[in-house]
């Protein structure tokens, strides 16, 4: 037991720490299936519509996720829901950590364009989501610990005590 719930493997060798936890949980739920990552692999399209709808209009949105979707032009750069989804099939921690990681930025961006919340429980959310993304894969780390750490800034200039304190719990476990 102390074994599996220490992983059995060295971080450096496996290419995902947090990676074995979440099928794991999954062979719970799904049983010996690939359920739970296509799960969360089909939840990212919705994911990136959101951030592309908080910041453009909406047509414009849908049609970059389409694009996103349909068409691989991305593959050059390695950034098309085809890799995602090659990624996830192949059994690599890539695609959890981005999707964490997105679903952390919108959290803390906001859906709307008045902006995120000013609560304890989005920020909160934010900076599990961070974390998740960062136990995934931790070469994630400098691109959350920048966006939580830029949140946490404003957070503090803006004199929201609530705001920041849901952040550093959230991200706590890192």
């Known amino acids: 037991i102390v074994k599996a719930l220490e992983g059995g493997e060295s971080v450096f060798f496996y290419d995902g720490p947090g990676l074995r936890y979440f099928r794991a ?26 951030l592309y709808r908080r910041f453009l209009p909406t047509r414009w949105a849908l049609a970059l996720v389409l694009l996103f979707i349909a068409v691989p032009v991305g593959a050059i750069f390695g950034t098309s829901f085809f890799h995602y989804v090659k990624w996830a099939a192949r059994g690599f921690a890539d695609s959890a950590a981005c999707i964490f990681a997105f679903g952390g930025l919108l959290f803390l961006v906001g859906r709307q364009s008045d902006g995120p919340g000013r609560g304890f429980g989005v920020a909160c959310g934010a900076g599990f989501l961070f974390f998740l993304a960062v136990f995934m894969r931790p070469n994630i780390a400098p691109f959350a610990g920048v966006m939580v750490g830029g949140a946490g800034l404003a957070a503090l200039y803006r004199g929201e005590w609530l705001r920041l304190a849901g952040l550093c719990i959230g991200f706590l476990p890192v």
Do not use: H, K
């Open 25 to 50: 949980l999954e062979m719970v739920f799904f049983g010996d299936s690939n359920l739970g990552y296509l799960s969360l692999v089909l939840l990212l399209p919705f994911i990136v519509f959101a």
